[in-house]
């Protein structure tokens, strides 16, 4: 196990939360964590085929970034691990499972799949498979808001865009093509860098000679923080900061989340390169206790309180697999429909 | 009318849309303060301003993304490839996001942006900013591909594909830009999805695009005079076709020389070829002709440069032969 980086100090008492919203954290984190364990399920029962990458361990990120957003307002980019962040943006449990199950009702209708989950009426921009891809069109959707504002005069465009990739995307040319645009422009734009240590199997070290990711906003001359990404209280905290930066016009941010996949890289990875012990230190920090455990220490829940929260979430994703079950697959007389627009 | 040359015509395209709708912007390399490597945009920041007039760092794939993320969120972009074969760097950005993503997003959003800008082979500069790109981009599901080959038609051809809802790849050719002819004062719009019929004829259907229109009229004086008369057809739209002009060209003529500036693997030609083999067939009366470029790197030698590209007498020579053997 490679040395773990010691975790950046945030107060989280500083964070104020009222009870809804601390609850609205935990139902949202347990949907992503439940939901995915789902999938695992489905997936072995043969329900969803192809690539499947779960989100179980990062979910303090998700909700800590894009409940702290607007939502159908803002805006926001994933990458191939998008279920979460597609729920968390406010796409149904439903439309998410249809989707994997590859049925008409799927919030891309059946042709997107795992990683190409889609959304306009939540402003979900995508799930972007190739790794990289996804940050240039989230800096286009930054740019939108700032071209309604300052070329159109709109001075309610205020929108915020999160752009989520992995530390794999941050060595690829578009990570740094975008920041330096980013940065030039001001644009509205928050840079989520979810570390998880690992991209596939090649460790974070080894691809990477300035491995502290969120340094690499100095250069560009805009504002990066390290945050610990299985704390979803700290993730919460510096989001609502930079995005407060984003909608006052001072520019962007870049956020680095250090934080773990419970799982393989995917439901195909045999994952043989991560350690017994490394996945232990990391499973201790498991986001969702943490939560548990902090709103309780902050009397803002009891256990009976939390209990019925995972009762309700179960529920949803069980209604969520019925509903893609019982859903017609797509029909094979629109095989070309929307290849081009108007059809 | 106002004899115009082609860059102006494209200019006043962009200028006209761009006072027709401000969600219409023009993004890329130069295209502000500098006015566009061959003056398409010349002056434009000057009257909607820098952020519709966006000079971009030199990142071609990061600006097509950005333009693509744009397009998803309502606005129009137009991006300028300084060269169009500066655009491999975006073929990325270009092929999974700009043409596919409306398909595999289920319809959720559309893409109506615009790349725009010179390709094809100029004149011995060398093979990187030589290429020819259409058929490399022409297997992409979602995109639609233009060629424009005069003042006239890249006006109005421009117009459309900004107004459409789609990503156009829009080919200029780098030795068309001073070519000029009266334009009309008025507005006109040409459509994309439809072919010119340049010269009607009735012995032989030349389909071809681009530069390469030129060539076949070039070659037609020579074979006019010789007693031959061809029909010339400009495919405009390289992605589709226009099946319906081409086939009622074939069935007239039931010849097919097709004359590109592609090269011959995989090309243009190629796609042509097998479509008319498909649905035309019995109407042919010989095998169909390629005219292509060769398959090689543009050479920077004038000589060698001059061999890899079709030369009118090429196309006079296929005629001569094509219809010797008439049956």
Redesign the interface.
């Known amino acids: 196990m490679v040395a773990e980086r010691t975790l950046p100090k945030f107060d989280t008492s500083s964070v104020k939360i009222t009870k809804e919203e601390g609850l609205m954290l935990y139902e949202d984190m347990v949907l992503g964590r439940f939901f995915e364990d789902k999938c695992a399920e489905m997936y072995y029962r043969g329900k969803m085929f192809g690539f499947v990458h779960l989100y179980n361990g990062q979910e303090a990120v998700s909700t800590g970034v894009i409940r702290a957003m607007r939502r159908d307002e803002d805006f926001v980019s994933s990458t191939y691990r998008d279920h979460v962040h597609a729920l968390s943006a406010g796409v149904s449990a439903r439309e998410v499972m249809a989707e994997l199950f590859g049925k008409e009702t799927g919030c891309s209708k059946g042709r997107g799949g795992s990683m190409h989950m889609f959304s306009s009426q939540h402003n979900l921009l995508g799930g972007y498979a190739f790794v990289a891809e996804g940050i240039p069109v989230a800096t286009g959707a930054a740019f939108q808001s700032k071209y309604r504002k300052d070329a159109l005069g709109d001075k309610s465009a205020d929108q915020v865009t999160a752009c989520f990739f992995g530390d794999g995307a941050s060595n690829n040319g578009q990570f740094f093509e975008c920041l330096n645009m980013a940065a030039l422009w001001k644009l509205p734009i928050i840079y989520v860098v979810e570390n998880n240590k690992w991209a596939i199997g090649m460790a974070h070290e080894r691809a990477t000679s300035q491995p502290e990711i969120f340094k690499k906003a100095t250069v560009f001359n805009m504002a990066g923080h390290e945050v610990d990404g299985m704390d979803v209280l700290a993730v919460r905290g510096v989001a609502q900061e930079a995005i407060a930066r984003a909608r006052a016009g001072e520019g962007p941010t870049l956020i680095e989340a250090l934080t773990y996949r419970f799982r393989g890289h995917s439901l195909a990875d045999p994952d043989e390169l991560r350690s017994q012990e490394e996945k232990e230190f990391w499973a201790a920090r498991d986001p969702i206790k943490r939560l548990a455990a902090d709103l309780a220490k902050r009397n803002l829940a009891t256990a009976a309180e939390l209990k019925a929260i995972d009762d309700k979430v179960k529920a949803i994703v069980e209604d969520a697999v019925e509903f893609a079950e019982s859903s017609p697959e797509p029909n094979p007389g629109e095989l070309y429909r929307y290849v081009f627009a108007g059809d | 009318m106002a004899e115009t040359l082609m860059f102006n015509a494209l200019r006043e395209a962009t200028d006209e849309e761009m006072a027709r709708d401000?969600?219409v912007?023009v993004l890329g390399e130069d295209v502000g303060h500098y006015g566009g490597s061959y003056k398409v945009t010349k002056d434009l920041y000057k009257k909607y301003?820098e952020?519709?007039v966006l000079d971009?760092?030199i990142?071609e794939?990061?600006?097509?993304?950005?333009?693509?993320?744009?397009?998803?969120?309502?606005?129009r972009p137009i991006i300028e490839g300084m060269n169009m074969g500066f655009l491999l760097l975006a073929f990325?950005?270009i092929a999974?996001?700009a043409g596919m993503?409306?398909?595999?997003?289920?319809?959720?959003?559309?893409?109506?942006m615009v790349i725009r800008g010179p390709g094809g082979v100029g004149r011995q500069l060398g093979a990187e900013h030589s290429q020819r790109l259409e058929a490399y981009f022409h297997a992409v599901?979602?995109l639609?591909i233009v060629a424009c080959s005069t003042a006239y038609n890249a006006k109005g051809l421009l117009k459309a594909a900004i107004r459409?809802?789609?990503p156009v790849l829009f080919f200029e050719h780098v030795l068309l830009y001073n070519l000029k002819e009266d334009l009309p004062e008025e507005e006109y719009i040409v459509p994309l999805d439809k072919a010119e019929i340049v010269r009607p004829g009735k012995d032989v259907t030349i389909l071809t695009y681009s530069r390469m229109r030129h060539h076949c009229t070039q070659a037609a004086k020579t074979l006019v005079k010789e007693g031959y008369d061809p029909e010339i057809i400009d495919l405009i739209s390289l992605k589709p076709f226009d099946m319906e002009t081409i086939s009622a060209s074939v069935k007239k003529t039931h010849r097919v020389i097709v004359v590109e500036e592609c090269m011959k693997t995989g090309g243009i030609g190629a796609e042509l070829v097998a479509l008319i083999n498909d649905q035309l067939f019995d109407e042919l009366d010989a095998p169909v002709l390629r005219l292509s470029s060769q398959d090689i790197p543009t050479p920077y030698n004038g000589m060698l440069e001059r061999l890899t590209i079709v030369q009118p007498e090429q196309i006079i020579e296929a005629v001569q032969k094509m219809m010797a053997s008439r049956i």
């Open positions: 401000n969600t912007f301003g952020l519709r971009t760092p990142a794939n990061s600006f097509c993304g950005l333009a693509v993320g744009a397009a998803l969120t309502g606005l990325n950005q999974n996001n993503l409306r398909y595999t997003s289920g319809g959720n959003f559309k893409i109506p599901p979602g639609k459409d809802d789609n």
